[in-house]
């Protein structure tokens, strides 16, 4: 099998509300950003290009065609498309890789949440004839999981404030975080329910930004002659789309994948781990099996700035920045889709 | 049995989704100068086309536009159909011409509404140009230009349609 | 020039669909329609509810219906203090995860109660119709609390 080379990310800073900027300029900067890292000059230098993004976040049919206009398709290129987040547009890239259709990917996620009503517009992903027309929110169905773990006596709302707080600590080194800040576990629990038993700060915030990534065989990074990891492991696993059919207070999909993609082969020291809701960063943890030696979520995670359709590729790209910088020799990256972790990928990402 | 009634086969689904959507700020520009009765394309740094509305990038060259083009409201049929059916929610009578049109200067075209014509005589290469509402209606949008109109000029010959340079002044009308 | 005005507008995105059912969950709505709430067994005994199509197992087509109770108990809860538009009830409400008597999965629907104090976990709840049933999930109004029904 083919060795895989992480070789380029960018990130746009997470914003609650970007303005005037359509889908091209979003997706436009982290491109050139990837292009410039490895010194190519647009998406023809790549064999393929794989995005993720979801038109309903905008309320934009088919707005992802209008992506292609930020690529350059002159001529055609070799070009896909997940209505999810873009760590599934890496996982595609993986095996166009890997079964011999393309030795280089380019891969991006861009999400403009701020102009609908992110929670209400995802509830419109449930069962049609049973729970969509009840438009049961996002936020609601966490909080049912929440209670669920909390009612376990396996996490307390203490747990989920320290998964708070150690996020808005740790985005205080991320440019790019949304929320940053020196909170403790007492002041979070002085705020008031958003709606119990989650607080605001158990909730990701809604932002706006686009990310951009390119992989390669590691015989192409080293032509390009530019530091890179190696993606030794990916998986992905799904479970069934009614909450009610799963054991919300684990994640077997989660557990599953991480034993297909590696986790445990080898010592690891860094974890991103896509949890938009507090108490789920706990059903990860626990899921991938994660000491307390492993640094989690060191970029402050998606509890400081969640990129909708772009912060599972997100995850990916922070591991690999870790690696390169020489932060980390050994990371693990995680993302997720659809109501209380349905979907999970689990990546594993090593120094060359 | 309870009821006579048959049983259920099917349920409505309506799905409302309510947003509040802002144009991009290529688009923004394009919208702002149209309210000032001018038509505001973008140049591409690397390949030198001309787009309108442009949405902040060259397709083609896949790079960013930043330099403002104005135009001329004056261009080249590229292509047209003449519409003979009822369109639900559009206003216009049939049969009524709808037209590729690409500016003087312009690379590319868009649609826009062919009348004052004889439809049957609407052709591709034919030389048209914008008719303006009145300034005090103007608004954000492309029906400023109530509709093209044909000018008494010789057709533009296929091969060059799209590649003319710009034809004059871009004034306010 | 630079051109600095922001142009915005609302709008609204409307999908007029309308659904066939297929034979389970029509007769799983036709139910509701006529006051009674049916799940259906599973391969592995489990009686599901509201029903899926298929085996959430062996993914076989499933046709063993069964009634199940109007009055159910409290798996999970949460409480909406700020309904949004969209939301079935408008005053605050709790979405709650009942398991049905005779069901052994929990369905989810929303919970009418005077105030999160008076929702809790175990807790006994029942099903209300509206008035005019249709054939729908909403033809469940919502669940009431059972008075002094603790299990």
């Not at chain 2, 989704?17 to 740094?45: D, I, N």
């Not at chain 3, 659904?19 to 799983?28: A, N, Q």
Request: charged content about 20%; glycine content about 8%; hydrophobic content about 45%.
């Amino acid at each position: 099998m083919r060795d895989i080379a992480v070789v380029a990310f960018s990130q746009s800073a997470c914003v609650a509300d970007i303005g005037a900027v359509n889908e091209v300029e979003l997706i436009m900067p982290q491109l050139q950003a990837v292009y410039a890292q490895v010194g190519l000059s647009s998406a023809q230098d790549v064999d393929f290009v794989c995005s993720g993004s979801c038109d309903y976040l905008q309320g934009a049919a088919f707005a992802f065609v209008a992506g292609v206009d930020a690529l350059g398709a002159v001529p055609p290129l070799k070009e896909s498309h997940v209505e999810m987040d873009a760590a599934w547009a890496l996982y595609e890239a993986v095996l166009k890789i890997r079964t011999g259709h393309a030795d280089s990917a380019l891969l991006y996620g861009f999400g403009k949440s701020s102009p609908g009503e992110l929670p209400a517009v995802l509830s419109q992903r449930l069962d049609p004839y049973y729970l969509a027309p009840l438009w049961l929110d996002t936020v609601s169905l966490a909080a049912l999981q929440a209670r669920m773990l909390l009612d376990s006596g396996s996490i307390t709302e203490s747990d989920m404030a320290a998964v708070v707080s150690r996020s808005r600590q740790n985005a205080q080194a991320n440019p790019l975080a949304q929320l940053a800040g020196d909170i403790g576990v007492a002041a979070l629990l002085q705020d008031d329910y958003l709606l119990a038993p989650l607080r605001r700060g158990d909730c990701a915030p809604v932002s706006d930004g686009a990310a951009a990534m390119i992989i390669a065989t590691v015989e192409q990074a080293r032509r390009w002659g530019v530091p890179y990891a190696r993606l030794t492991g990916i998986d992905q696993r799904i479970e069934s789309h009614n909450p009610c059919m799963r054991d919300l207070t684990d994640s077997v999909s989660t557990r599953q994948a991480a034993a297909a993609a590696g986790v445990h082969e080898a010592a690891l020291d860094v974890a991103e781990i896509y949890a938009p809701f507090s108490h789920q960063e706990i059903i990860l943890t626990r899921a991938l099996g994660l000491d307390e030696a492993i640094a989690v979520n060191p970029s402050g995670g998606v509890l400081a700035g969640n990129l909708m359709m772009a912060s599972g590729l997100a995850r990916v790209g922070e591991v690999f920045q870790r690696i390169v910088n020489g932060d980390a020799r050994r990371g693990v990256a995680h993302a997720t889709s659809g109501p209380c972790l349905q979907h999970n990928l689990v990546a594993v990402l090593e120094g060359a | 049995m309870s009821t006579a009634r048959p049983d259920v086969t099917g349920i409505e689904a309506p799905v409302y989704l309510h947003y509040h959507f802002t144009a991009g700020t290529a688009p923004a520009r394009f919208l702002v100068r149209l309210r000032e009765g001018l038509l505001s394309g973008q140049r591409c740094p690397r390949c030198a086309k001309v787009y309108i509305p442009a949405r902040g990038s060259c397709p083609a060259c896949g790079v960013p536009t930043t330099e403002e083009v104005l135009l001329p409201d004056r261009g080249t049929v590229q292509s047209f159909t003449i519409v003979h059916i009822p369109i639900p929610g559009n206003p216009i009578e049939p049969p009524y011409v709808v037209a590729n049109i690409v500016l003087d200067g312009a690379n590319i075209s868009f649609i826009h509404l062919l009348s004052d014509c004889v439809n049957e005589a609407v052709r591709i290469g034919q030389r048209v140009e914008a008719v303006w509402r009145p300034p005090e209606e103007w608004d954000y949008a492309m029906d400023n230009i109530r509709h093209f109109r044909p000018l008494d000029e010789p057709d533009v010959p296929v091969e060059r349609i799209g590649t003319l340079p710009v034809s004059g002044p871009a004034v306010p009308r | 020039m630079a051109i600095t005005e922001k142009l915005s507008q609302e709008f609204e995105l409307g999908f007029t669909y309308t659904r066939s059912t297929g034979p389970v969950v029509g007769r799983f709505l036709t139910g509701l329609r006529d006051g009674r709430v049916l799940g259906i067994r599973g391969s592995d005994g489990r009686v599901l509810v509201p029903p899926p199509e298929y085996d959430p197992v062996t993914a076989e087509a499933l046709s063993d219906w069964v009634e199940v109770g109007q009055e159910g108990t409290v798996v999970s809860w949460c409480w909406v203090s700020e309904p949004r538009a969209s939301h079935p009830l408008q005053q605050p409400f709790a979405w709650v995860m009942v398991r049905l008597d005779g069901a052994d999965v929990p369905m989810i629907h929303c919970l009418q109660a005077p105030s999160a104090e008076a929702v809790s976990t175990g807790a006994r709840v029942r099903v209300t119709w509206v008035a005019e049933p249709r054939g729908h999930i909403t033809d469940i109004r919502c669940f009431v609390p059972v008075p002094g029904g603790v299990s």
